[in-house]
Every structure is written in structure tokens, then in C-alpha cells.
Nanobody
Framework: VQLVESGGGTVQPGGSLRLSCAVS???????MGWSCRPPGKQRELVAH???????NYADSVKGRFTISRDNAKNTIYLQMNSLKAEDTAVYYC?????????WGQGTQVTVSS
């Protein structure tokens, strides 16, 4: 299985970004999660979505981020609104909850004025 994240960039506080995670090498629909690694910190789970579409979020992003999926494309999305400086991190996707697959390169999100 290969994971390819994209969609990151540099935005001002209050801005929005939409991240994508393309999953290849499997046609099975797994629960998936988005994690982030802020500078100098460990990777932490941001949100996850089940194969049926149920979602859950870290308290720090509730009401601002939305995880979704397109099963036909085997792609996971993270819509990020009202971005804050503390959201600055490299964002990764992986199978939830075991992060079983090799990590992708991630996509850098920088929130700065």
C-alpha cells in the first residue's frame, strides 16, 4: 500500500486548506486517520473516519476540521478551516487505528501572518 498526501501550503491565520490522501495498492475500504507532527513534537491523531463514514476529531480541531472520503477514488480528505498558528505541522494519513502501512511523505501546513 502507498499513501500520497497533498494539498498543504502556507496560509494566514483564519485561512483554509483542503488536504488529500490517495491510497493505492488496495481496493478494500479501511478506517483511515489524519495525523500531524508539529515542529519538535511527536505525531498526534487529528481525526479519523470509519469505512462507513463515521468521524471523530481531536478536541483541538473540532468545529474547524472535517474529514471525509471518496471510496470510489480511495481518497481521504481533510478540510481545514479557521486555521491557527498552532496547526502548523506536517500532516500524514494512515490506516486507523494501527497506522499499519508505510508512512507517506506528508504534506506541510504552515499558518503564519
Amino acid at each position: 500500500v502507498q499513501l500520497v498526501e497533498s494539498g498543504g501550503g502556507t496560509v494566514q491565520p483564519g485561512g483554509s486548506l483542503r488536504l488529500s490522501c490517495a491510497v493505492s495498492g488496495t481496493s478494500y475500504i479501511y478506517a483511515m486517520g489524519w495525523s500531524c507532527r508539529p515542529p519538535g513534537k511527536q505525531r498526534e491523531l487529528v481525526a479519523h473516519i470509519t469505512s462507513g463514514g463515521s468521524t471523530n476529531y481531536a478536541d483541538s480541531v473540532k468545529g474547524r476540521f472535517t474529514i471525509s472520503r471518496d471510496n470510489a477514488k480511495n481518497t481521504i480528505y481533510l478540510q481545514m478551516n479557521s486555521l491557527k498558528a498552532e496547526d502548523t505541522a506536517v500532516y500524514y494519513c494512515n490506516r486507523y487505528p494501527d497506522n499499519r502501512w508505510p508512512w507517506g511523505q506528508g504534506t506541510q501546513v504552515t499558518v503564519s501572518s
